[in-house]
Protein backbone atom coordinates (compact mmCIF):
# COMPACT_ATOMS: atom_id res chain seq x y z
CA UNK A 1 0.00 0.00 0.00
CA UNK A 2 1.23 3.31 -0.96
CA UNK A 3 1.27 5.87 2.27
CA UNK A 4 0.46 8.91 1.78
CA UNK A 5 3.24 11.28 3.32
CA UNK A 6 3.22 14.46 3.45
CA UNK A 7 5.63 17.41 5.04
CA UNK A 8 5.42 20.10 7.49
CA UNK A 9 7.60 23.39 7.00
CA UNK A 10 7.20 25.85 9.80
CA UNK A 11 8.66 29.21 8.08
CA UNK A 12 9.30 32.74 9.33
CA UNK A 13 10.84 35.29 6.65
CA UNK A 14 12.08 32.77 4.25
CA UNK A 15 11.58 34.30 0.87
CA UNK A 16 14.58 33.76 -0.48
CA UNK A 17 14.38 29.62 0.17
CA UNK A 18 11.50 28.31 0.92
CA UNK A 19 11.08 28.04 -3.05
CA UNK A 20 14.34 25.82 -3.54
CA UNK A 21 13.07 23.70 -0.64
CA UNK A 22 9.62 23.02 -1.66
CA UNK A 23 11.26 21.95 -5.02
CA UNK A 24 14.30 19.90 -3.89
CA UNK A 25 11.24 17.88 -2.00
CA UNK A 26 9.11 17.53 -4.96
CA UNK A 27 12.30 16.09 -6.56
CA UNK A 28 12.62 13.33 -3.87
CA UNK A 29 8.75 12.76 -4.75
CA UNK A 30 7.95 14.23 -1.85
CA UNK A 31 4.64 16.29 -3.07
CA UNK A 32 2.13 17.18 -0.28
CA UNK A 33 4.23 20.03 1.63
CA UNK A 34 2.54 22.03 4.06
CA UNK A 35 4.09 25.33 4.62
CA UNK A 36 3.03 27.55 8.17
CA UNK A 37 3.75 30.79 7.46
CA UNK A 38 4.53 32.29 11.21
CA UNK A 39 2.96 35.64 10.19
CA UNK A 40 6.33 36.57 8.03
CA UNK A 41 6.99 39.80 7.16
CA UNK A 42 7.70 39.07 3.87
CA UNK A 43 6.14 37.02 0.78
CA UNK A 44 7.05 33.46 2.26
CA UNK A 45 3.61 32.34 1.70
CA UNK A 46 3.12 33.63 -1.66
CA UNK A 47 6.26 31.86 -2.65
CA UNK A 48 5.64 28.80 -0.98
CA UNK A 49 1.93 28.74 -2.71
CA UNK A 50 3.55 29.66 -6.19
CA UNK A 51 5.71 26.32 -5.47
CA UNK A 52 2.86 24.46 -5.17
CA UNK A 53 2.72 23.96 -1.07
CA UNK A 54 -0.43 24.06 1.14
CA UNK A 55 0.03 27.31 3.26
CA UNK A 56 -1.91 27.85 6.46
CA UNK A 57 -1.20 31.88 7.92
CA UNK A 58 -0.90 32.19 11.31
CA UNK A 59 -2.32 35.94 11.99
CA UNK A 60 0.48 36.64 14.33
CA UNK A 61 3.65 35.10 15.12
CA UNK A 62 3.39 32.40 17.69
CA UNK A 63 7.18 30.50 17.22
CA UNK A 64 8.36 27.24 16.27
CA UNK A 65 6.52 24.86 18.45
CA UNK A 66 2.60 27.19 17.17
CA UNK A 67 3.83 26.83 13.97
CA UNK A 68 4.55 23.19 14.02
CA UNK A 69 1.45 22.36 16.02
CA UNK A 70 -0.73 23.80 13.33
CA UNK A 71 1.29 21.65 10.40
CA UNK A 72 1.14 18.36 11.97
CA UNK A 73 -2.79 19.14 13.24
CA UNK A 74 -3.38 20.46 9.06
CA UNK A 75 -1.45 17.06 7.63
CA UNK A 76 -3.52 14.87 10.35
CA UNK A 77 -6.86 16.49 8.47
CA UNK A 78 -5.37 16.40 5.43
CA UNK A 79 -5.79 12.32 5.61
CA UNK A 80 -1.55 11.70 6.30
CA UNK A 81 -0.68 8.56 7.20
CA UNK A 82 3.43 9.83 7.82
CA UNK A 83 3.95 13.28 8.76
CA UNK A 84 7.67 14.56 8.26
CA UNK A 85 8.85 18.13 9.59
CA UNK A 86 12.06 19.95 8.21
CA UNK A 87 13.35 23.23 8.24
CA UNK A 88 12.62 25.94 5.57
CA UNK A 89 16.09 27.76 5.48
CA UNK A 90 17.65 25.01 3.72
CA UNK A 91 20.03 23.34 6.32
CA UNK A 92 18.28 19.52 5.63
CA UNK A 93 19.43 17.95 2.55
CA UNK A 94 16.01 16.91 1.42
CA UNK A 95 17.49 13.30 0.72
CA UNK A 96 17.71 13.04 4.35
CA UNK A 97 14.07 13.77 4.35
CA UNK A 98 13.44 10.85 2.02
CA UNK A 99 15.22 8.51 3.59
CA UNK A 100 14.25 8.58 7.04
CA UNK A 101 10.64 9.46 5.98
CA UNK A 102 11.70 5.74 3.87
CA UNK A 103 13.13 4.24 7.57
CA UNK A 104 9.70 4.67 9.01
CA UNK A 105 7.49 2.85 6.59
CA UNK A 106 10.15 0.19 6.06
CA UNK A 107 11.47 -0.86 9.88
CA UNK A 108 8.48 -0.08 11.10
CA UNK A 109 8.79 2.69 13.54
CA UNK A 110 6.85 5.30 15.30
CA UNK A 111 9.37 8.27 15.07
CA UNK A 112 12.34 8.61 13.28
CA UNK A 113 14.56 11.61 14.19
CA UNK A 114 17.13 12.63 12.28
CA UNK A 115 20.41 13.40 14.51
CA UNK A 116 23.06 15.96 13.56
CA UNK A 117 25.37 14.56 15.90
CA UNK A 118 25.90 11.10 15.00
CA UNK A 119 28.26 12.58 12.62
CA UNK A 120 28.37 16.14 13.81
CA UNK A 121 31.66 17.91 11.93
CA UNK A 122 31.23 21.16 10.59
CA UNK A 123 29.55 22.17 14.09
CA UNK A 124 31.47 24.42 16.24
CA UNK A 125 32.36 23.45 19.36
CA UNK A 126 29.89 25.50 21.84
CA UNK A 127 27.17 24.39 19.57
CA UNK A 128 28.24 21.07 20.39
CA UNK A 129 28.39 21.19 24.03
CA UNK A 130 24.92 23.13 24.42
CA UNK A 131 23.38 19.98 22.32
CA UNK A 132 25.24 17.58 24.56
CA UNK A 133 23.85 19.90 27.52
CA UNK A 134 20.63 19.98 26.22
CA UNK A 135 20.21 15.94 25.80
CA UNK A 136 21.71 15.75 29.12
CA UNK A 137 18.98 17.95 30.46
CA UNK A 138 16.11 16.08 28.37
CA UNK A 139 17.62 13.00 29.96
CA UNK A 140 17.08 14.22 33.76
CA UNK A 141 13.91 15.47 33.06
CA UNK A 142 12.43 13.12 30.48
CA UNK A 143 14.04 9.91 31.10
CA UNK A 144 14.99 9.63 27.45
CA UNK A 145 18.21 9.85 25.65
CA UNK A 146 18.56 10.84 22.11
CA UNK A 147 22.02 12.20 20.89
CA UNK A 148 20.20 15.40 19.36
CA UNK A 149 17.39 16.46 20.78
CA UNK A 150 17.21 20.48 19.36
CA UNK A 151 16.98 18.96 15.68
CA UNK A 152 14.20 20.20 13.24
CA UNK A 153 14.31 16.62 10.78
CA UNK A 154 11.60 14.25 12.38
CA UNK A 155 8.65 11.91 10.96
CA UNK A 156 6.29 10.28 12.53
CA UNK A 157 3.62 8.07 12.03
CA UNK A 158 -0.31 9.10 12.01
CA UNK A 159 -0.72 7.45 15.11
CA UNK A 160 2.21 8.81 16.99
CA UNK A 161 1.49 12.32 15.54
CA UNK A 162 -1.96 11.91 17.23
CA UNK A 163 -0.43 11.16 20.48
CA UNK A 164 2.22 13.62 20.37
CA UNK A 165 0.44 16.64 22.29
CA UNK A 166 2.44 20.11 21.74
CA UNK A 167 2.01 22.52 24.39
CA UNK A 168 5.24 25.19 24.13
CA UNK A 169 5.12 27.34 21.64
CA UNK A 170 8.26 28.33 20.71
CA UNK A 171 12.02 27.21 20.59
CA UNK A 172 11.44 24.54 23.55
CA UNK A 173 9.32 22.32 21.58
CA UNK A 174 12.31 20.27 20.15
CA UNK A 175 12.56 18.86 23.69
CA UNK A 176 8.90 18.83 24.24
CA UNK A 177 8.51 16.42 21.25
CA UNK A 178 11.34 14.34 22.67
CA UNK A 179 9.64 14.04 26.13
CA UNK A 180 5.87 13.11 24.41
CA UNK A 181 8.24 10.04 22.69
CA UNK A 182 8.96 9.25 26.01
CA UNK A 183 5.53 9.56 27.72
CA UNK A 184 3.87 7.91 24.87
CA UNK A 185 6.54 4.84 24.46
CA UNK A 186 6.95 5.54 20.84
CA UNK A 187 9.68 3.63 19.20
CA UNK A 188 11.71 5.51 17.78
CA UNK A 189 14.94 5.81 15.86
CA UNK A 190 17.56 8.53 15.24
CA UNK A 191 19.04 8.48 11.80
CA UNK A 192 22.55 10.51 11.12
CA UNK A 193 22.50 13.48 8.72
CA UNK A 194 24.05 15.80 7.25
CA UNK A 195 23.32 19.86 7.92
CA UNK A 196 24.47 22.37 5.45
CA UNK A 197 25.65 25.15 7.92
CA UNK A 198 25.10 28.60 5.17
CA UNK A 199 25.51 31.88 6.46
CA UNK A 200 21.80 31.98 5.68
CA UNK A 201 21.10 29.29 7.92
CA UNK A 202 23.34 29.89 11.06
CA UNK A 203 21.87 33.81 10.96
CA UNK A 204 18.46 32.05 11.06
CA UNK A 205 18.96 29.65 13.67
CA UNK A 206 18.87 30.01 17.67
CA UNK A 207 21.13 31.37 19.14
CA UNK A 208 23.78 30.08 21.96
CA UNK A 209 21.86 32.21 24.61
CA UNK A 210 18.41 30.68 23.90
CA UNK A 211 19.26 27.98 25.83
CA UNK A 212 18.44 29.84 28.96
CA UNK A 213 15.52 30.60 27.85
CA UNK A 214 14.82 26.32 26.72
CA UNK A 215 16.05 25.53 30.34
CA UNK A 216 13.63 27.76 31.61
CA UNK A 217 10.41 26.85 29.68
CA UNK A 218 10.77 23.17 30.31
CA UNK A 219 11.23 23.66 34.08
CA UNK A 220 8.17 25.43 34.27
CA UNK A 221 6.61 22.59 31.88
CA UNK A 222 7.72 20.21 34.48
CA UNK A 223 6.40 22.26 37.04
CA UNK A 224 2.96 22.97 35.15
CA UNK A 225 1.90 19.71 35.19
CA UNK B 1 -1.86 56.81 67.10
CA UNK B 2 -2.28 58.13 63.80
CA UNK B 3 -1.03 55.62 62.11
CA UNK B 4 -3.17 53.23 63.75
CA UNK B 5 -6.22 54.76 62.45
CA UNK B 6 -4.67 55.09 58.84
CA UNK B 7 -3.42 51.82 58.56
CA UNK B 8 -7.06 50.38 59.74
CA UNK B 9 -9.21 53.03 57.51
CA UNK B 10 -6.84 51.36 54.43
CA UNK B 11 -7.15 47.85 55.72
CA UNK B 12 -10.86 47.98 56.15
CA UNK B 13 -11.44 49.65 52.43
CA UNK B 14 -9.70 46.55 51.38
CA UNK B 15 -11.48 44.19 53.10
CA UNK B 16 -14.85 46.04 51.92
CA UNK B 17 -13.81 45.97 48.64
CA UNK B 18 -12.80 41.93 48.90
CA UNK B 19 -16.19 41.37 49.98
CA UNK B 20 -17.87 43.38 47.22
CA UNK B 21 -15.25 41.45 44.31
CA UNK B 22 -16.13 38.19 46.46
CA UNK B 23 -20.29 38.98 45.58
CA UNK B 24 -19.49 40.16 42.08
CA UNK B 25 -18.25 37.06 41.24
CA UNK B 26 -14.70 39.02 40.44
CA UNK B 27 -12.89 36.53 42.66
CA UNK B 28 -12.35 32.97 43.94
CA UNK B 29 -13.12 31.90 47.31
CA UNK B 30 -10.10 30.77 47.82
CA UNK B 31 -8.60 33.75 46.47
CA UNK B 32 -10.69 35.56 49.25
CA UNK B 33 -10.18 33.68 52.18
CA UNK B 34 -6.24 34.06 51.19
CA UNK B 35 -6.08 37.88 50.87
CA UNK B 36 -8.58 38.56 53.86
CA UNK B 37 -6.26 36.49 55.96
CA UNK B 38 -3.03 38.52 54.83
CA UNK B 39 -4.88 41.60 55.69
CA UNK B 40 -6.55 41.07 59.05
CA UNK B 41 -3.16 39.64 59.75
CA UNK B 42 -1.62 43.02 59.06
CA UNK B 43 -4.32 44.16 60.84
CA UNK B 44 -3.51 42.58 63.94
CA UNK B 45 0.03 43.49 63.45
CA UNK B 46 -0.85 46.78 63.96
CA UNK B 47 -2.74 47.19 66.57
CA UNK B 48 -0.79 44.28 68.80
CA UNK B 49 2.77 45.29 67.44
CA UNK B 50 4.02 42.66 70.66
CA UNK B 51 2.90 39.55 68.16
CA UNK B 52 5.92 39.97 65.91
CA UNK B 53 8.62 39.84 68.15
CA UNK B 54 6.74 36.53 69.70
CA UNK B 55 6.14 35.16 66.08
CA UNK B 56 9.70 35.58 65.16
CA UNK B 57 10.81 34.39 68.27
CA UNK B 58 8.68 31.07 68.27
CA UNK B 59 10.21 30.72 64.80
CA UNK B 60 13.86 31.52 65.83
CA UNK B 61 14.23 35.25 63.99
CA UNK B 62 16.27 36.92 66.63
CA UNK B 63 15.37 40.86 64.97
CA UNK B 64 11.69 40.75 65.08
CA UNK B 65 11.88 43.49 62.59
CA UNK B 66 13.27 40.93 60.10
CA UNK B 67 9.95 38.87 59.88
CA UNK B 68 7.62 41.06 57.74
CA UNK B 69 10.59 41.49 55.13
CA UNK B 70 10.83 37.28 55.14
CA UNK B 71 6.98 37.09 54.75
CA UNK B 72 6.89 39.99 52.38
CA UNK B 73 9.83 38.29 50.32
CA UNK B 74 8.38 34.91 50.25
CA UNK B 75 4.85 36.35 48.93
CA UNK B 76 6.35 38.03 46.35
CA UNK B 77 8.14 34.90 44.88
CA UNK B 78 5.23 33.25 45.08
CA UNK B 79 3.01 35.86 43.32
CA UNK B 80 5.94 36.12 40.80
CA UNK B 81 5.45 32.59 39.97
CA UNK B 82 2.24 32.47 39.89
CA UNK B 83 1.41 34.61 37.26
CA UNK B 84 4.59 33.07 35.37
CA UNK B 85 2.28 30.06 35.49
CA UNK B 86 -0.74 32.10 34.33
CA UNK B 87 1.04 33.77 31.44
CA UNK B 88 2.36 30.58 30.22
CA UNK B 89 -1.34 29.74 30.00
CA UNK B 90 -2.47 32.59 27.99
CA UNK B 91 0.29 31.93 25.82
CA UNK B 92 -0.99 28.35 24.78
CA UNK B 93 -4.76 29.47 24.51
CA UNK B 94 -3.18 32.47 21.69
CA UNK B 95 -1.33 29.56 20.03
CA UNK B 96 -4.66 27.17 20.16
CA UNK B 97 -6.51 30.31 18.92
CA UNK B 98 -3.99 31.62 16.36
CA UNK B 99 -4.00 27.65 14.79
CA UNK B 100 -7.64 27.46 14.66
CA UNK B 101 -7.99 30.91 12.57
CA UNK B 102 -4.89 29.28 10.19
CA UNK B 103 -6.55 25.92 9.66
CA UNK B 104 -9.83 27.87 9.03
CA UNK B 105 -8.56 30.40 6.60
CA UNK B 106 -6.37 28.55 4.37
CA UNK B 107 -5.31 29.82 1.26
Known amino acids: MKKN ?10 EKVIGSVIDNLKKENLKNIIVIDDSSHDSTAEVARKHGAKVYSHIINRGLGGALNTGITAALVSGADVIATCDADGQHRTEDVKRAVETLIKEGYDVVLGSRMINSKGMSLSRRLLNKGANMLTYLLFGIYVTDTQGGLRVFSRSAAEKIKIK ?10 IKEIGRNKLRFKEIPIEVIYTDYSLAKGQKNTNAFRIIYKLLLSRIMR | MIIEIIV ?15 KKGKITSSKFYLWALVWVALAVIVFFPGMIIFLAKGIGIERAQDLPIYVSIILLFYLLFKIGIKIERVEQEITNLVKRLALKGKK
Open chain 1, 168 to 177: TSRMEVSSEI
Open chain 1, 5 to 14: VWVVIPAYNE
Open chain 2, 8 to 22: SVLILAVLIKLVADL
